[in-house]
Structures are given as structure tokens and as C-alpha cells.
């Protein structure tokens, strides 16, 4: 009668409690990036500290983590007609609204020696040989307002176009400035 009683509120508590329904599944996004690169130089080394999304729902922005290190180096030089990956992450299900990209350096490379052997994006870029200029840059935040769903057990892409040509002035001679200039091109 003992063992009845205590099967009995045993099977009572895990029918109040609720079974478990199963991890909760994610969705994946690729954050790639393209760009229209600046015409006056061989190479344009342009270091991202963070990229990140923000959900309808949510106070805070989620991080979209580099494929490799805490940063992510890209020569925007080799990005021309080609794309790379930026961030690869499992996030939750939702809807999205903004894109936020921390800048967190910037140069440029004039040497019009052997190119530059690395991929377009990497944790570290080694910078070519030869005469350069830092770029000062006016706001490394930069804002997307550009809205998207993630679903669950699916993966979107979006591609960001990082314009060289409208986001580097020369400001005086040998003196460059950068206001990064980035749309997203795609979302699928």
C-alpha cells in the first residue's frame, strides 16, 4: 500500500511539474560582408571589435561571434566582386531589427609591391610593405536599422556592402578620415 501511495505522488509531481519539452532550438545567422573599396589604395585593413543584433523583444544586443579570435581584420581591397565571412552564431528565434558594427581601426596601404597573401577577413591580417596612413575614425558605431526573422532550425544570411570609396576622405595631405558607409545588401 506504501509503494502504491509513493508511485502514486511520484507520477502526481511529474504531471505538475510538466515534462520537459526539449532544448530550445536556435537559428543560425551568417553575418558576410562585401565591399566597393577605395580606389587610391592596395589595401584597406579595416578591424571590427563586434558585430551585433538586436530583437524586437530583447533590452540587450546579442553578439554574432567571429568565425576565429575577438576581432575580425578585413582588407576591404579583396572584397571587391567577392564576399567573406564576418560572424557565424546560434541565436534565438525572432524578429531582428537593427545590425550594429563596432569599428575598431582602420589604415591604408599604398605599396604597390607583391599583394597581400592572407584571406579578405581574418583574426589578424599581416599589413603589406610600404608607405600607409592610419584612418581617424569619426564614429566607430555603426547602426543598420534593417529588420529580419530568424526561425528556428533555419539559417539566414546577411550580407553587408562596406562602401570604401564613400566612407575614406582624404582630409589633408596624407591625412585620411573614415566614416564607415555600410548597407546590408541581402538578407535570405
Given at each position: 500500500m506504501m509503494r502504491t501511495f509513493i508511485a502514486a505522488a511520484s507520477l502526481l509531481t511529474l504531471a505538475c511539474s510538466g515534462?520537459?519539452?526539449g532544448p530550445?532550438?536556435?537559428a543560425t545567422l551568417n553575418m558576410r560582408i562585401t565591399d566597393t573599396p577605395f580606389e587610391n589604395a592596395k589595401a584597406v585593413l579595416v578591424t571590427f571589435d563586434a558585430v551585433s543584433v538586436h530583437m524586437t523583444?530583447?533590452?540587450d544586443w546579442t553578439i554574432v561571434p567571429f568565425t576565429d579570435g575577438t576581432s575580425r581584420t578585413c582588407d576591404l581591397k579583396k572584397l571587391e566582386g567577392?564576399?567573406?565571412v564576418l560572424g557565424v552564431g546560434a541565436l534565438a528565434p525572432g524578429h531582428y531589427t537593427q545590425i550594429r558594427l563596432i569599428v575598431a581601426s582602420a589604415a591604408l596601404y599604398?605599396?604597390?609591391g607583391t599583394p597581400i597573401l592572407d584571406p579578405a577577413c581574418a583574426a589578424v591580417i599581416a599589413p603589406p610593405a610600404g608607405d600607409s596612413a592610419s584612418?581617424?575614425?569619426s564614429s566607430g558605431e555603426v547602426k543598420l536599422n534593417r529588420q529580419f526573422d530568424l526561425v528556428a532550425g533555419d539559417a539566414t544570411t546577411i550580407t553587408l556592402d562596406f562602401d570604401g570609396d564613400r566612407s575614406i576622405r582624404e582630409t589633408g595631405p596624407g591625412r585620411y578620415?573614415?566614416?564607415p558607409v555600410i548597407g546590408v545588401l541581402s538578407v535570405q
Open positions: 515534462s520537459p519539452t530550445t532550438q536556435s523583444d530583447g533590452a567577392a564576399q567573406d599604398f605599396a604597390n584612418l581617424e575614425i578620415r573614415m566614416t
